[in-house]
């Protein structure tokens, strides 16, 4: 069964920043993508970045030149590095990956448990 594991919430001040880590674990034979979404309180859940597999990206206007998104493929893991944080990025972070098990099995889409992200002003 395939897991998503994600690490690297917290409180920070605006102006901080923090580093967001998605592992994901299980059968997998091939990944399509991985992306980060958000959702504050209210509020759908969005996309803020995400990364394909020959490594394009591409990221919501609100956080270009503040977020990086980057992934390791021999760990199937992907990283959001965010600096100059604001109080507006406060949110629950979502890990999204779509992969496949197995060369007849997917792609399918999953997601992470979540991790809160709280911006102080």
């Known amino acids: 069964q395939v897991q998503l594991v994600e690490s690297g919430g917290g409180l920070v001040q605006a102006g901080g920043s923090l580093r967001l880590s998605c592992a994901a674990s299980?059968?997998?034979?091939?990944?399509?993508?991985m992306a980060w979404y958000r959702q504050a309180p209210g509020k759908q859940r969005k996309l803020v970045a995400a990364i394909v597999s020959g490594g394009r990206t591409n990221y919501v206007d609100s956080v270009k030149g503040r977020f990086t998104i980057s992934r390791d493929n021999a760990k199937n893991t992907v990283y959001l590095q965010m600096n100059s944080l604001k109080p507006e990025d406060t949110a629950v972070y979502y890990c999204n990956v779509i992969l496949s098990s197995g060369a007849d099995s997917g792609p399918y889409n999953y997601w992470g448990q979540g991790t809160q992200v709280t911006v102080s002003s």
């Open positions: 299980g059968p997998i034979f091939s990944i399509n993508a």
